[in-house]
């Protein structure tokens, strides 16, 4: 009887962090699609609001020039994640034009995003993408 109780102990163990992690990815996708649409709607303010913020040396981007970028796609073309769920690794296809040269430009952005279980939220770790 007890080896039953252990399994069932057991069982309801990896039932609970299966579902923890599903939490987590789900938690993933939302934010990632908020990231998305921030970049979409030229709102870069917000769109870094999702970056973590490292070292005393870090500066926030130069929001006078984001502001003449316009996003004309954003297309998801790989995405891997650690074994725990904990890191997730984004290629995107960004175009993209600057408002005064209306001439379409192509970036790969390798994002780099990480869960803090403490905050239970999800950081870009990679910044905002070089729009040049």
């Known amino acids: 009887m007890a080896r039953y109780i252990f399994y069932l102990c057991v069982l ?3 039932g609970c962090a299966t579902f923890e992690a599903s939490q ?3 938690l ?7 990231y998305e649409k921030a970049l979409r709607f030229g709102d870069y303010r917000v769109a870094n609001k999702f970056t973590r913020k ?21 297309e998801l073309l790989e995405s891997t ?9 984004l290629t995107v296809e960004i175009r993209y034009f600057h408002g005064d040269y209306l001439v379409v430009k192509t970036l790969i952005d ?3 995003w990480e869960y803090d279980a ?7 770790h990679s910044g905002l993408p070089d729009f040049k």
């Open 54 to 74: 490292e070292g005393a040396g870090h500066q926030d981007p130069d929001f006078n020039n984001l502001k003449n970028m316009r996003v004309t796609s954003y």
């Open 81 to 89: 994640s650690s074994p725990d769920n904990l890191k997730v690794k």
């Open 28 to 34: 993933f996708d939302d934010t990632s699609l908020a």
């Open 12 to 14: 309801l163990l990896v």
């Open 118 to 124: 403490t905050k239970k939220r999800w950081h870009l």
């Open 24 to 26: 987590r990815m789900e």
């Open 110 to 112: 390798e994002q780099r």
